[in-house]
């Protein structure tokens, strides 16, 4: 059985810094694709940012230059980088991962639990 556990999060004030991590652990293959999706208050939960096990990475609008997404194939991680941190980021973040596992060798997208980050102004 596959899982994320997402560590990192918190209060924080607007202008710092955070890091969020997740970690895969499981009948794990292979991963594909990693990504970050944050969901506010009120609205659908939407993409952050997303790296490809062997491509670049690509970003909202709305983070590029403050955020940077990262991982570690070895370990199965995946961070997430968070500077100068705006009030509107203030959202539940999930990390995302396409898994295939040792068992049926098919691929299936995974989700955290999701950790809250908030965003102080």
């Known amino acids: 059985q596959v899982q994320l556990v997402q560590s990192g999060g918190g209060l924080v004030q607007a202008g710092e810094s955070l890091r969020l991590s997740c970690a895969a652990s499981?009948?794990?293959?292979?991963?594909?694709?990693m990504a970050w999706y944050r969901q506010a208050p009120g609205k659908q939960r939407g993409l952050v940012a997303a790296?490809?096990?062997?491509?670049?990475?690509t970003y909202a609008d709305s983070v590029k230059d403050r955020f940077t997404i990262s991982r570690d194939n070895a370990k199965n991680t995946v961070s997430l980088t968070m500077n100068s941190l705006k009030a509107e980021d203030t959202a539940v973040y999930y990390c995302?991962?396409?898994?295939?596992?040792?068992?049926?060798?098919?691929?299936?997208?995974?989700w955290g639990r999701g950790t809250q980050v908030t965003v102080s102004s």
């Open positions: 499981g009948s794990i293959f292979s991963i594909g694709a």
């Open positions: 995302n991962a396409d898994i295939q596992d040792t068992r049926s060798l098919r691929s299936y997208s995974y």
């Open positions: 790296l490809p096990s062997g491509g670049s990475a």
